[in-house]
């Protein structure tokens, strides 16, 4: 699930809370999600690297390093 966009929140006489838009990596459908002010949630740290096209195996795509291949 990637993360999008959030917006924190105080409504009125209500509790404050975030509001976030994830998106999902697999469907790329994209939902929004409310989380308490002080609720934790775990960052993942994420990279990008270049990488070249093999082959498509049924479903799945394969992919080469070209610094290693």
Do not use: C, W
Not at 37 to 63: A, C, H, L, N, Q
């Amino acid at each position: 699930t990637l993360f999008i966009d959030s917006q924190h929140r105080t409504p009125g006489n209500l509790r404050a809370f975030v509001q976030a838009t994830l998106r999902s990596i697999r469907t790329g459908k994209s939902s929004d999600v409310r989380f308490s002010s002080t609720e934790k949630i775990d960052v993942i740290p994420m990279m990008t690297k270049r990488m070249e096209f093999s082959y498509k195996d049924g479903e799945d795509f394969v992919f080469s390093d070209p610094e290693t291949y």
